[in-house]
């Protein structure tokens, strides 16, 4: 079965830097757009990031734009998050799904998985 794992999550102090991963499983990633997600306390899910199946589109909602970095090596079916100068308001549960069309966040393809913890305190 289709599976995506994501990792890399952990507590930093602000202006620290991670890197997630999200490895698929059971399928081709190559052949998916793919978004990252997050959903903080109180708060609804929300796409943060996104990038084509061939990795040469990406995009990136304005409260992570210059500090994120979204890539993908099709070759190990993974797709990653580079999170700089992380803030306190970017923590969260990190999730990465398929989509089903690059330019849309809400037509995602599967099930959630757990998802990824990121803690930004001092």
């Known amino acids: 079965q289709a599976r995506l794992v994501e990792s890399g999550g952990g507590s930093v102090q602000p202006g620290g830097s991670l890197r997630l991963s999200c490895v698929a499983s059971?399928?081709?990633?190559?052949?998916?757009?793919v978004g990252w997600f997050r959903r903080a306390p109180g708060k609804e899910r929300e796409g943060i990031s996104r990038i084509s199946g061939s990795g040469i589109n990406t995009d990136y909602a304005d409260s992570v734009k210059g500090r994120f970095t979204i890539s993908r090596d099709n070759a190990k079916n993974t797709v990653y998050l580079q999170m700089n100068s992380l803030k306190p308001e970017d923590t969260a549960v990190y999730y990465c799904?398929?989509?089903?069309?690059?330019?849309?966040?809400?037509?995602?393809?599967?099930?959630w998985g757990q998802g990824t913890q990121v803690t930004v305190s001092s």
């Open positions: 059971g399928f081709t990633l190559a052949h998916f757009a």
């Open positions: 799904a398929a989509l089903e069309f690059y330019s849309d966040y809400q037509r995602v393809l599967g099930s």
